[in-house]
């Protein structure tokens, strides 16, 4: 069966560009041009993944995101934001709210459609029983042996980039922000900024050579780990 879509999007020209590419792709999808409708449609059509625009009338998509999250039938619900650029604080809410990425305007259809298969296959393999290595290219993380190898040699790393690169690799593809890879790595009883990430994560690059640059900064936001294709 097709996954359905849900795109909630008041600019009609986008709203069926995103349709058509999506259609083409194979999946279904249902439109709607209103936040206010939003939940309703979730309710009723049960999608398996959502298209939000952030600045929609009725109900903007921040608040969305959050009674989503908040109900626990469509807690696991698969967000993406679709956002004009400049939003950066309303990002950094959205992502710590729970969206699993988001998408700048103006955007490339066939990056929309990649974007969206790969939230749908970490959707996927979150259910599975947690794996004990993971590959990105020449990449390998060993979370048995508490090691991490590029190119078949062992990296230096220490246990804060250990912790780091293990947390962009398993979400592969998905931002993380800042705040959330500090609470992941450090904990969140400890008081300390954003910036540590950045020292941290200014390491780990140059630890790993030319591959760093497979950690893409999302500025203002945080980091992604780039998928090989």
Known sequence: MAELVLIVEDEEDIRDLIEYNLKREGFETCAISR?????????????????LDLMVP???????CKRIRLNPKHKNLPIIMV????????????????ADDYIPKPFSPKEL???CKAVLRRQMSSSQPPQEVYINGELKIDLLGHRAMLEGKKLPLTLTEFKLLKELLINAGQVMTRSRLLVLVVGSDVNVMDRTVDVHMASLRKKMGNYGSMIETERGVGYRFRNEI
């Open 35 to 51: 936040g206010d409708q939003a939940l309703d449609v979730i309710e009723e059509k049960r999608p398996g993944l959502v298209l």
């Open 83 to 98: 956002t004009a650029r400049g939003t950066e604080s309303d990002i950094v809410i959205g992502l710590e709210l729970g």
């Open 58 to 64: 009725g109900l903007n998509g921040i608040e969305i």
């Open 113 to 115: 459609v990649a974007r």
